[in-house]
């Protein structure tokens, strides 16, 4: 059973446009929920997070939305660049738990 | 710094090999994971180590044997590998594991096994 679920394997924009990203979870009870970046050859690297308590939280360019009763979250690049090109995990945690659970990725690719 | 390093980038060995993955980190943190990476796939939790002793082991075949030696290193010993174990293998560190704060990753080693 996965946990935490990105259903678009890939997005496109161009320069300039807004970037959306999606995640779903199906467990009520997690706490917190974080986006990384990955580009190739590197490991992921913390964008932004969200505490359950919240709905928004917005951090230069990028902007998570939180909307518990849909278990859904979205992460918004406005605007986006093509440096933005990378693949975007969505995770999610338990408060006091050791382990973050991960959804499968987005590969976004912000063309010029 | 606040970096974690990971040695060696890349690792080809035999499946009656023995090597080591070394992981590094200087930020104080007290909690290091390992993680597993397929291509196309999320990182898959193997090892969380909290204040120096293993707190989660997801399962992982003992042929993954993980150390920490002291709060800044995080070695994980490899010994008697499959062909279906060659992956990115991640190291990351966090605050402290039941923390809320988000974890640093390393860039990883990209292990083939043959």
């Known amino acids: 059973d996965q946990q935490v679920k990105q259903n678009s394997p890939s997005l496109s924009v161009q320069e300039g446009r807004i970037s959306i990203l999606n995640c779903d979870y199906t467990n009520s009870m997690f706490d917190y929920f974080l986006w990384y970046k990955k580009y190739p050859a590197e490991g992921p690297t913390f964008l932004i997070s969200?505490?359950?308590?919240?709905d928004k939280n917005e951090d230069g360019r990028f902007t998570v939305f939180l909307n518990k009763s849909a278990k859904h979250l979205s992460l918004h690049i406005v605007p986006s660049q093509p440096g933005d090109s990378a693949v975007y995990f969505c995770?999610?945690?338990?408060?006091?738990?050791?382990?973050?659970?991960f959804g499968d990725g987005t590969t976004l690719t912000v063309k010029p | 710094d606040t970096e974690v390093t990971q040695t060696p980038k890349h690792l080809v060995m035999g499946m009656t090999n023995k090597k080591s993955l070394k992981c590094e980190q200087h930020m104080g943190h007290r909690a290091m994971y390992w993680y597993k990476q397929k291509a196309k796939k999320p990182p898959e939790l193997m090892f969380v180590?909290?204040?120096?002793?293993?707190?989660i082991n997801e399962s992982v075949p003992s042929r993954f044997s993980p150390e920490c030696p002291n709060s800044s290193l995080l070695n994980l010993h490899l010994h008697a590998l499959q062909p279906e174990d060659s992956a990115l293998y991640l190291c990351a560190s966090g605050l402290r594991a039941g923390s809320i704060n988000e974890q640093f990753f390393g860039p990883g080693t990209r292990l083939t096994v043959l």
């Open positions: 969200i505490s359950s308590i919240k």
């Open positions: 995770a999610a945690k338990l408060a006091n738990a050791g382990k973050s659970t």
């Open positions: 180590y909290s204040y120096e002793k293993l707190s």
